[in-house]
C-alpha cells in the first residue's frame, strides 16, 4: 500500500509538471498579447511587453515561470494591476468551494433516493416520475433553469434574494441550479446500477434465505451500486467546486469560474496558468482519492497490483 | 460489520466537516465583507447629512484604482469620482473646475506654449496632506517611466517632449526628467507644450493626467491600490469598502474642496454579472440605475425611467486593401451603400443609436462660429440599393469575374454578433455574386488579426479621448500605428498631419479636418460607416443629475436623490 501511494504520488508530479508545460506553450499559440489595446502603438506595447518580462524569449520564459511555480510564486495579474493570482484564486475560491459542495450535496441525497426508488419500485408509477424529473434535470440548461428561478422565485414571488452573496439566503437558488444536474446524473446511475445488482443471484438467494427486503436494498444493492457513483462523483465535485460559468454569472457569485473565462478573453497570462494549475492540482488529488476510496467500497480491488500481505 | 459501520462513519464526518469548513471560512468572509459595506451605506443614509446612496450595479470586478493602470470604463469612472485632476468635465462635458484655482497661457515666439496653474490652496488628499505641483509631476513622470508605464500615456503627446520619452528607439527614451513640466514652488505648476493644441485643457481631466502622492506610493510598496487602505483620494469620494468581485462602496469625502456641493453621501457599487440579472435587480429595487440590452429595450422603451445616451463612438467596417476585390472602388463604394443602416439602428441595437454615414460622430463638435462638423458635408454615400447594385456591377466587370467571397472580421457579443449577421443578410441579398463569412473574434483576438491585416472586412470601431476631429481622423493616417487596412491617400495625410499640428488658423483646421472626412468616405470609401452608438439605461426617476458622459464614464459629483 505505502509503495503503491508513493509511486502514485511519483506519477503525480509527473502529471502535474505535464500539464504546467502543456499550458504553458498552449498559451503561447493563444492569439493576441494582453496589451494590444486599440489605442496603443507597437512601440508603447513594446514597453509594456518588456515591463511585464514578455519581451524574453519563450525558452527563458518557461523555465523562470517552471521554477517560479514550483516555489508557489504565481505571479501578479496583467488585468488586475498589481493583484497576485494567489490573491486572486484565495478570495474567490472559498465562495465556489462552498457553492459546489452545497450543490454536490443536495444533488447526491436527491439523485441518490430518486435512484433508489425508481429501481425498488422498476416499472411503477414511481419509477417513470422519477426518470422523468432526471431526464428534464439533464436536458433543462441551467441558464434557462437558473433564469427561471430567478425570475419567479426572486422577482417575482420576492421569496429569496436575485442575486449576489451575503449569506446562506443568496446560495440557495445558485445550489437548486447547480444541484438539478448533479442530482440528475446521480439518479440515473443510482438507477441503473441497482437494477443490475438487484437482477444477481445473490440477491435472489438472499431473498430466499427470508433476509428482510430492506436490509437486502441496503447491504447488497445500494453498496455495490456505489462503485460507479464513486467514479463519477470525485472529478463532478472538483468541477463543481471550482466554479461554473452560468450559474456565477446569472446570480452573480464572486467565484472563480467566470473569472477564469475572463483571463482567457482578456490573454491574462499568469491567471490562466496559475487558475489551470490548481484546477488540475485538485483534479489530481480527486482522483488519487477516488482510486483509494474503490479499495475501501470494495474490497475485491487490490490497489497495489495484486500483492497478497 | 463493524469496519463497514465505522468506515461509513468516517466518510459522513469528513465530507460534515469539509462542508462546514469551507462555509465556515469562505462563508464569514464574504458576509462579513459584505454586512461592513451594508451597514456604511446604511449608516450614512441615516447620517446626519440627508444625501443618499446611489445603488449601482457594474458587470465585473473593479480592474485598478490605480491612474497609470489599464483605464477600461469602470475603473476611470470610480477614479474620476474619488481623484481629481486640474480640471473635471461638468454635467454638459465642458470643463469645470477642478484642482486647479486659476491658470495662464502664453504662446512663445518658437510657437510652443507654456501654461502656468495655481493649484487650490485648501486642495488636500484624504491622509491630510495637501495636493501639490510635484503630485502632478510625479505623476505624469510615473506614467512615462517604462517601469511604471501606463497604457493611456499617449494621451501626453502635447507636453514637450513626451513623444520622445515613450520611444524606445528615441535618445531621450525613459528619460523623463526631460519631460515639459516643472513644479517652480508647492502650488505651482508649469507645463511647456509643443503646439498651441486647443484641447489641451481637456486633456487634464483624464486620469492619466491626475496627479499622484510620491510619498503614499512610495510607501505603499507593492500594495498601492489594491484595498481601500492602500489609496488616499482627493475627489468628491473616497473609496470606503472594496470586496472583491462584489462590490465596493465610495462614500462622500469631506476633506474636498467642494465637497458643499456633494450631496451623496455614498455610491454603493454591486457586481451583477449578467444583463437580465441587473434588471431584475432593478425591478426588485436593489438597484437604481441599470443597463439596458437591445432584448429588454422593447419592455422599458415607455417607463419613466428609460433613457438613452448617446455616445461620441462609431462602428465601421474596415476595409483590407491587399485583398484584390476590396481594392475596387466600386467594390467598397457598393458594399457602403448596399445595406440599410437606418433599419440596423432601429430594429437591432433599439438602444438610441443612430445610422452613421459619417466617421466623426454627430453632437460633437463646433467652429468658433458654433457650426457642427456634420453640418458642412451632412451624409456620406446614403443607402441606395439600385446605385450600388450599379456600381457592383461595374466593379465586378472590372475585375473580371461574377462571384466575390469576403470573410466579415466581427466582435461575439450578441448585439454586435446580430448586426454582423444583418449586415451579411444585406449584403448577400442586395449585392449578387457576393458571400460573406462571418468571423467572429473575442476582442483581443480580433485585434491581433487586425494588426496583422489578416481579414477581408473587420467590423470595428473607435472612441475619442478628447472632443477634437483628429482623434478619429488619425486612424487612417498612411503610416499612422492604428491604420490596418493599407490604406494611402497623400492629400488625406497632408491635411490631417496639418491639422494634428498646426493650431494657427482654428477655422481652416476645421475646415481640412471635414474635407479629409470626405476624402476618406465619398472619394476613398476606405471605411464604411454603420452607426454611433447609445446607450439605454433605467435611471430611477428619484435620482437626479446622473451624468452620463459621451464615453460612458459617469460622474457622481452633482447627483441628489429624492425621498
Redesign the interface.
Known amino acids: 500500500m505505502t509503495r503503491y501511494i508513493l509511486s502514485r504520488l511519483g506519477y503525480m508530479i509527473f502529471t502535474f509538471l505535464l500539464i504546467a508545460s502543456l499550458t504553458f506553450f498552449l498559451m503561447q499559440t493563444?492569439?493576441?498579447?494582453?496589451?494590444?489595446?486599440?489605442?496603443?502603438?507597437?512601440?508603447?506595447e513594446?514597453?509594456?511587453n518588456?515591463?511585464y518580462g514578455l519581451d524574453e524569449p519563450v525558452a527563458m520564459q518557461y523555465f523562470k515561470y517552471l521554477g517560479n511555480v514550483l516555489v508557489g510564486e504565481l505571479g501578479v495579474s496583467?488585468?488586475?494591476?498589481?493583484?497576485s493570482v494567489t490573491t486572486i484564486i484565495g478570495?474567490?475560491?472559498?465562495?465556489s468551494?462552498?457553492l459546489g459542495?452545497?450543490a454536490m450535496?443536495l444533488g447526491l441525497v436527491l439523485g441518490g433516493l430518486l435512484g433508489i426508488i425508481a429501481a425498488v419500485r422498476h416499472n411503477t408509477f414511481m419509477d417513470y416520475t422519477a426518470m422523468i424529473i432526471a431526464v428534464l434535470g439533464l436536458s433543462i440548461p441551467n441558464f434557462v433553469f437558473a433564469?427561471l428561478l430567478?425570475?419567479w422565485v426572486?422577482?417575482r414571488l420576492?421569496w429569496l434574494p436575485?442575486?449576489?452573496?451575503?449569506?446562506?439566503e443568496y446560495s440557495i437558488l445558485p445550489t437548486i441550479s447547480l444541484a438539478a444536474f448533479v442530482m440528475a446524473t446521480i439518479a440515473r446511475y443510482m438507477r441503473s446500477e441497482m437494477l443490475d445488482v438487484l437482477g444477481q443471484d445473490y440477491i435472489t438467494t438472499a431473498h430466499a434465505k427470508g433476509v428482510d427486503r430492506w436490509k437486502v436494498i441496503r447491504k447488497h444493492g445500494i453498496r455495490n451500486a456505489m462503485i460507479p457513483i464513486i467514479t463519477i462523483v470525485g472529478p463532478l465535485t472538483v468541477s463543481l467546486m471550482t466554479g461554473t460559468l452560468v450559474v456565477?454569472?446569472?446570480?452573480?457569485v464572486?467565484g472563480l469560474g467566470?473569472?477564469f473565462v475572463?483571463s482567457i478573453?482578456?490573454?491574462d497570462y499568469p491567471v490562466i496558468m496559475g487558475v489551470t494549475l490548481f484546477f488540475s492540482l485538485l483534479f489530481i488529488a480527486v482522483i488519487f482519492v477516488v482510486d483509494i476510496l474503490y479499495g475501501?467500497v470494495d474490497p475485491r480491488i487490490r490497489l497495489s497490483g495484486g500483492g497478497r500481505n | 460489520m463493524n469496519r463497514k459501520r465505522w468506515?461509513m462513519l468516517l466518510m459522513l464526518i469528513s465530507?460534515v466537516s469539509?462542508?462546514a469548513a469551507?462555509?465556515g471560512?469562505?462563508?464569514s468572509?464574504?458576509?462579513g465583507g459584505?454586512?461592513e459595506s451594508?451597514e456604511s451605506s446604511e449608516g450614512s443614509e441615516t447620517g446626519e447629512s440627508e444625501g443618499g446612496t446611489l445603488h449601482m450595479a457594474t458587470p465585473?470586478?473593479l480592474?485598478?484604482v490605480?491612474t497609470?493602470?489599464?483605464l477600461d470604463g469602470l475603473s476611470q469612472t470610480v477614479m474620476l469620482n474619488i481623484y481629481e485632476g486640474l480640471f473635471r468635465l461638468d454635467e454638459n462635458n465642458e470643463l469645470s473646475a477642478g484642482m486647479a484655482e486659476d491658470y495662464e497661457m502664453t504662446e512663445n515666439e518658437d510657437g510652443s506654449v507654456t501654461y502656468t496653474f495655481n493649484i487650490r490652496e485648501d486642495a488636500e488628499w484624504s491622509n491630510g496632506t495637501p495636493v501639490t505641483a510635484h503630485d502632478f509631476v510625479y505623476g505624469w513622470k510615473r506614467a512615462l517611466d517604462?517601469?511604471?508605464?501606463s497604457?493611456?500615456?499617449?494621451l501626453m503627446a502635447p507636453i514637450t517632449n513626451a513623444n520622445e520619452i515613450?520611444?524606445?528607439?528615441h535618445e531621450l527614451y525613459g528619460q523623463v526628467d526631460e519631460l515639459g513640466v516643472e513644479a517652480t514652488d508647492d502650488k505651482t505648476l508649469v507645463v511647456e507644450l509643443n503646439n498651441n493644441v486647443p484641447y489641451f485643457l481637456e486633456l487634464l481631466a483624464n486620469p492619466v493626467m491626475f496627479p499622484q502622492n510620491e510619498e503614499f506610493i512610495a510607501s505603499q510598496g507593492?500594495?498601492?491600490?489594491?484595498e481601500p487602505e492602500n489609496v488616499i483620494s482627493n475627489g468628491p469620494f473616497f473609496l470606503d469598502t472594496w470586496?472583491?468581485?462584489?462590490?465596493w462602496v465610495l462614500s462622500k469625502n469631506e476633506d474636498y474642496w467642494d465637497s458643499e456641493n456633494v450631496s451623496l453621501d455614498a455610491v454603493d457599487y454591486?457586481?451583477?454579472?449578467?444583463a437580465?440579472?441587473e434588471v431584475?435587480?432593478y425591478?426588485?429595487g436593489?438597484i437604481d440605475v441599470a443597463n439596458l440590452t437591445s432584448e429588454f429595450v422593447d419592455m422599458y422603451a415607455e417607463d419613466e425611467a428609460y433613457t438613452t445616451n448617446i455616445n461620441t463612438e462609431v462602428y465601421f467596417v474596415r476595409f483590407n486593401l491587399q485583398n484584390e476585390f476590396l481594392a475596387n472602388d466600386n467594390i467598397r463604394k457598393a458594399l457602403d451603400m448596399s445595406y440599410d443602416k437606418a433599419e440596423a439602428a432601429e430594429s437591432i441595437l433599439k438602444n438610441g443609436s443612430i445610422p452613421a454615414y459619417f466617421l466623426v460622430p454627430e453632437d460633437f463638435v463646433s467652429n468658433e462660429q458654433g457650426e457642427g462638423f456634420r453640418e458642412k458635408h451632412g451624409n456620406f454615400n446614403m443607402t441606395d440599393i439600385e446605385e450600388a447594385q450599379k456600381l457592383w456591377e461595374q466593379g465586378l466587370e472590372e475585375l473580371g469575374t461574377d462571384s466575390i467571397t469576403l470573410e466579415l472580421l466581427s466582435y461575439d457579443d450578441d448585439q454586435r454578433k446580430a448586426m454582423a449577421e444583418y449586415m451579411k443578410n444585406q449584403w448577400e441579398n442586395n449585392l449578387p455574386g457576393l458571400t460573406v463569412a462571418i468571423n467572429q473574434?473575442?476582442?483581443?483576438?480580433?485585434?491581433?488579426?487586425e494588426?496583422k491585416q489578416d481579414y477581408d472586412m473587420s467590423f470595428s470601431g473607435?472612441r475619442n479621448?478628447i472632443s477634437d476631429p483628429v482623434e478619429f481622423l488619425n486612424v487612417h493616417l498612411s503610416d499612422g500605428?492604428?491604420n490596418w487596412q493599407d490604406f494611402a491617400n497623400e492629400e488625406y495625410d497632408e491635411l490631417v498631419k496639418k491639422a494634428q499640428t498646426d493650431f494657427s488658423d482654428l477655422d481652416q483646421r476645421f475646415a481640412d479636418m471635414q474635407e479629409a472626412e470626405r476624402i476618406l468616405i465619398e472619394q476613398e470609401t476606405a471605411i464604411s460607416p454603420i452607426y454611433q452608438s447609445a446607450n439605454a439605461r433605467l435611471i430611477n426617476p428619484s435620482v437626479n443629475n446622473f451624468v452620463a458622459h459621451p464615453d460612458n464614464t459617469f460622474s457622481f459629483k452633482w447627483v441628489t436623490m429624492e425621498e
Do not use: M
Request: include cysteine; aromatic fraction near 10%; charge should be negative.
Open positions: 493563444l492569439p493576441g498579447s494582453p496589451f494590444n489595446d486599440e489605442r496603443l502603438s507597437e512601440a508603447q513594446k514597453i509594456l518588456q515591463r496583467f488585468q488586475f494591476d498589481g493583484r478570495e474567490r475560491i472559498g465562495v468551494a462552498i459542495a452545497q450535496g433564469g430567478q425570475y426572486g422577482v420576492q436575485v442575486a449576489f452573496w451575503q449569506g446562506f456565477e454569472q446569472i446570480f452573480s464572486p467566470e473569472q475572463n478573453l482578456t490573454n475501501i | 468506515l465530507l469539509l462542508l469551507c462555509y471560512g469562505g462563508g468572509d464574504s458576509s459584505s454586512a451594508d465585473g470586478e480592474p485598478t490605480q497609470n493602470g489599464n517604462p517601469e511604471t508605464f497604457p493611456h500615456a499617449y515613450q520611444d524606445p528607439e507593492d500594495d498601492y491600490g489594491l470586496t472583491h468581485d462584489q462590490g454591486r457586481v451583477a454579472k449578467d437580465s440579472t431584475n435587480l425591478e426588485t436593489d473574434q473575442p476582442n483581443k483576438q480580433k485585434l491581433d488579426l494588426g473607435w479621448d500605428p492604428y
